[in-house]
């Protein structure tokens, strides 16, 4: 018997090296030269970052300044998901970012690392905030430290950033809207409504910017570029607020309504008749077969599939359902079709409770009612529940990695997103990260997440609102 064996073929080695764990890789490249160059392989440590993540921000590998390795990469993305798991000290620094003199109404990443494409050896994130106060502010989440401030305005009722994350878009109780440099600070163009605002949306079609407006008169107006010019205007729910407003994923549909009259249904219109309207005709516009709309969401995986959380027409029970909405062109007409893909009613224990929604990557929708959270998939089923804070969810921000409620208990609740080979996708409860004293606080009222940072505003007893900004590093 051959007592020396020749040794395995290399590709034959690192064909079986990608069955093994990265620590099971580690452990084996220490074994002999063969075996360690097998392991070192770029393509096998590509691999099995595609295998995990299902894209990669190839740009960091390529750049001028550094040429990190697959292998870097993974490591260095795997401890930092280590780290934003299991919340533990050191893990994540905390600043408290001060200077707010009133309500804090929303804040924004301007700049930060996408969920998507992280670039991990450049985590630097800006938050801006707007607030009661009549000011908005720019922050450096990792220093703490106040970038610009605008002069005082009237007080800000929202705020929101723009895609390209380069624009600060805000409106105040007036019904003034107004644009901000995010690098700068400097103002913009404004435009007046006339009225205080429900809510703003901003989206790109082939490059050209839009802005769509909510206003509590019930109206939906469309403004375009950077001078914020007027181009459209059309009356959804005639005296009642605007506050569900939202846009596909191809940016085809608008869909507007209001939450504040549960008879009055949800309408979807179509976005090229807002942004470039035909002289003398209305914008191609048609109410959903639903009654009212306590919250709404696209999905993001899909065209235009939209989910609507509504009363159930004979009881006061609610219900989810699910469309698809598109258009139907002939050559003398054009006609919006809305078909129901799913419809379920929903157990929440808070029925007269404010309902948010969001959806997942992964076809599932996320929705908050009082202290609880659920998760359902766009069948019905019920994935997940969790009853974990001691007062009502005010806020959700989910992405691909994680789901995080606020809740006015003064707590964020971190929560992960995993894969089980029986039962398919999970989402597990990790760990809360604490906003300080309620002597000093009520509760948290906002929050927002880029990759690596978790930011979130608490409301001050003396009505001065405190932001709350975690960063996690790798």
């Given at each position: 018997?051959?007592?020396?064996?020749?040794?395995?073929?290399?590709?034959?080695?690192?064909?079986?090296?990608?069955?093994?764990?990265?620590?099971?890789?580690?452990?084996?490249?220490?074994?002999?030269?063969d075996w360690n160059e097998a392991a070192e392989t770029p393509w096998l440590w590509r691999k099995m970052c595609l295998q995990r993540w299902s894209f990669c921000?190839?740009?960091?590998?390529?750049?001028?300044?550094?040429?990190?390795?697959?292998?870097?990469?993974?490591?260095?993305?795997?401890?930092?998901?280590?780290?934003?798991?299991?919340?533990?000290?050191?893990?994540?620094?905390?600043?408290?970012?001060?200077?707010?003199?009133?309500?804090?109404?929303?804040?924004?990443?301007?700049?930060?690392?996408?969920?998507?494409?992280?670039?991990?050896?450049?985590?630097?994130?800006?938050?801006?905030?707007?607030?009661?106060?009549?000011?908005?502010?720019?922050?450096?989440?990792?220093?703490?430290?106040?970038?610009?401030?605008?002069?005082?305005?009237?007080?800000?009722?929202?705020?929101?950033?723009?895609?390209?994350?380069?624009?600060?878009?805000?409106?105040?109780?007036?019904?003034?809207?107004?644009?901000?440099?995010?690098?700068?600070?400097?103002e913009g163009a404004s435009f007046a409504t006339g009225s205080p605002l429900g809510s703003l949306l901003q989206y790109n079609i082939n490059n050209n910017w839009?802005?769509?407006?909510?206003?509590?008169?019930?109206?939906?107006?469309?403004?375009?570029?950077?001078?914020?010019?007027?181009?459209?205007?059309?009356?959804?729910?005639?005296?009642?607020?605007?506050?569900?407003?939202?846009?596909?994923?191809?940016?085809?549909?608008?869909?507007?309504?209001?939450?504040?009259?549960?008879?009055?249904?949800?309408?979807?219109?179509?976005?090229?008749?807002?942004?470039?309207?035909?002289?003398?005709?209305?914008?191609?516009?048609?109410?959903?077969?639903?009654?009212?709309?306590?919250?709404?969401?696209?999905?993001?995986?899909?065209?235009?599939?939209?989910?609507?959380?509504?009363h159930n027409g004979l009881h006061s029970n609610q219900v989810l359902t699910v469309f698809d909405v598109s258009i139907k062109k002939t050559k003398y007409k054009?006609?919006?079709?809305?078909?129901?893909?799913?419809?379920?009613?929903?157990?929440?224990?808070?029925?007269?409770?404010?309902?948010?929604?969001?959806?997942?990557?992964?076809?599932?929708?996320?929705?908050?009612?009082?202290?609880?959270?659920?998760?359902?998939?766009?069948?019905?089923?019920?994935?997940?529940?969790?009853?974990?804070?001691?007062?009502?969810?005010?806020?959700?921000?989910?992405?691909?990695?994680?789901?995080?409620?606020?809740?006015?208990?003064?707590?964020?609740?971190?929560?992960?997103?995993?894969?089980?080979?029986?039962?398919?996708?999970?989402?597990?409860?990790?760990?809360?990260?604490?906003?300080?004293?309620?002597?000093?606080?009520?509760?948290?009222?906002?929050?927002?997440?880029?990759?690596?940072?978790?930011?979130?505003?608490?409301?001050?007893?003396?009505?001065?609102?405190?932001?709350?900004?975690?960063?996690?590093?790798?």
């Amino acid at each position: 018997m051959d007592l020396h064996p020749p040794p395995l073929i290399r590709d034959c080695l690192i064909h079986i090296f990608t069955f093994l764990t990265e620590e099971d890789v580690i452990t084996a490249s220490s074994v002999c030269q063969d075996w360690n160059e097998a392991a070192e392989t770029p393509w096998l440590w590509r691999k099995m970052c595609l295998q995990r993540w299902s894209f990669c921000n190839l740009a960091v590998l390529g750049s001028e300044h550094v040429n990190h390795s697959w292998k870097r990469y993974f490591l260095q993305r795997c401890h930092l998901e280590m780290k934003m798991t299991t919340g533990r000290s050191g893990g994540y620094t905390c600043k408290s970012l001060r200077g707010h003199a009133g309500r804090v109404v929303g804040l924004v990443y301007l700049q930060g690392n996408s969920a998507r494409s992280p670039d991990l050896w450049n985590s630097r994130a800006t938050v801006c905030s707007a607030s009661t106060d009549g000011t908005v502010r720019a922050w450096d989440i990792q220093n703490g430290e106040l970038l610009w401030c605008s002069p005082v305005q009237s007080p800000f009722t929202a705020i929101i950033g723009d895609e390209r994350r380069e624009v600060v878009i805000t409106a105040d109780s007036t019904g003034l809207i107004k644009t901000w440099q995010g690098e700068s600070g400097q103002e913009g163009a404004s435009f007046a409504t006339g009225s205080p605002l429900g809510s703003l949306l901003q989206y790109n079609i082939n490059n050209n910017w839009f802005l769509t407006v909510g206003t509590s008169q019930g109206s939906v107006c469309t403004l375009a570029d950077s001078a914020l010019t007027k181009k459209s205007s059309v009356m959804v729910c005639d005296s009642f607020k605007v506050n569900t407003l939202l846009v596909s994923r191809d940016k085809k549909w608008i869909t507007a309504g209001t939450k504040d009259k549960d008879d009055l249904s949800p309408k979807v219109i179509y976005t090229e008749s807002l942004t470039s309207p035909s002289e003398g005709e209305d914008p191609l516009c048609q109410s959903l077969p639903v009654t009212g709309c306590q919250a709404a969401v696209f999905i993001p995986t899909q065209p235009a599939r939209l989910a609507l959380i509504h009363h159930n027409g004979l009881h006061s029970n609610q219900v989810l359902t699910v469309f698809d909405v598109s258009i139907k062109k002939t050559k003398y007409k054009s006609e919006i079709q809305v078909q129901q893909v799913e419809s379920f009613p929903l157990t929440l224990n808070s029925r007269y409770s404010k309902v948010l929604l969001e959806a997942a990557d992964s076809n599932c929708l996320v929705l908050a009612a009082g202290q609880e959270l659920y998760v359902y998939s766009l069948k019905g089923a019920l994935i997940a529940n969790f009853k974990e804070h001691t007062m009502s969810i005010s806020s959700i921000s989910v992405d691909s990695f994680r789901v995080v409620t606020a809740s006015q208990d003064l707590s964020l609740r971190v929560l992960t997103w995993g894969k089980d080979r029986d039962h398919g996708l999970t989402l597990e409860s990790q760990y809360h990260l604490l906003g300080g004293s309620h002597t000093m606080s009520r509760g948290f009222t906002h929050v927002a997440c880029d990759y690596s940072s978790i930011t979130a505003s608490a409301e001050g007893t003396d009505g001065k609102d405190v932001l709350k900004a975690y960063s996690f590093t790798s």
